[in-house]
């Protein structure tokens, strides 16, 4: 089983509408989650830590549901320049390393 | 965040040849780490570089095919050695921040002939 699986759509909104999309991960002893934004061509860019009790920046909300193993990132009101792809990030520890494990990201398309 | 540079931004290079990747950050920081991403792939971490130490290779990837460098808390270098096509790829390197997070360079797009 992978560390983290993502549908990895894509998902055409429609400006303004809302878009929510959900990943699952392996690890769990996994403490620490994660949205990062990436944008064709570009680096990988923090959107977001995930906190236990679901939390809120601007128009996303990540919740967290440990018992389940999933994450969630909701965009409401999308805007055109909302269009990326969101990637799941998951630290996982092995053999006493810490490491990050991504998904391959939830590509989402905003149309005009 | 710190701020991180990358080069080359992109090369590309004829196989069996070795490129050299430097990555530079603004800042002293403990972790450096280098990732893979191959066309509609997620990000694979290669290996973690720690100042004065060894990297820490993961599994499928071997020091003598990507040598790392680590001389100092603000500089590291990834060498992708014995280049084929399949090597072709973006190279990212990160560092630690708070918490867990990392942050990333700009990459460097490899394209092996």
């Known amino acids: 089983r992978k560390e983290v699986e993502q549908d990895p759509g894509p998902f055409n909104v429609p400006e303004g509408a809302t878009v929510a999309f959900n990943c699952t991960y392996s690890n769990s002893a996994s403490q620490s989650f994660f949205w990062y934004r990436q944008d064709c061509r570009k680096e990988p860019k923090l959107l977001m830590s995930?906190?236990?009790s679901g939390n809120e920046d601007g128009r996303f909300t990540a919740q967290l549901n440990r018992a389940s193993q999933y994450i969630s990132l909701l965009i409401r009101d999308s805007k055109l320049s909302d269009s990326a792809t969101y990637l799941c990030?998951?630290?996982?520890?092995?053999?006493?390393?810490?490491?990050?494990?991504f998904g391959k990201g939830n590509q989402v398309v905003v149309i005009p | 965040s710190a701020v991180i540079s990358q080069k080359p931004s992109r090369d590309i290079c004829q196989r069996g040849t070795s490129l050299t990747i430097q990555c530079q950050v603004d800042?002293?920081?403990?972790?450096m780490f280098w990732y893979r991403q191959q066309p509609g792939q997620s990000l694979t971490l290669i290996a973690t570089?720690?100042?004065?130490?060894?990297?820490?290779?993961e599994s499928g990837f071997v020091i003598d095919k990507f040598p790392i460098s680590r001389p100092n808390l603000t500089f590291s270098t990834l060498t992708v050695s014995n280049m084929s096509p399949e090597d072709s790829s973006i190279y990212l390197c990160s560092v630690d921040g708070q918490s867990d997070t990392q942050y990333f360079g700009p990459g460097t797009r490899l394209t092996v002939l």
């Open positions: 800042s002293q920081v403990t972790m």
């Open positions: 995930v906190y236990s």
């Open positions: 990030v998951v630290n996982v520890h092995v053999y006493g390393n810490n490491r990050l494990a």
């Open positions: 570089a720690n100042q004065g130490s060894e990297a820490t290779y």
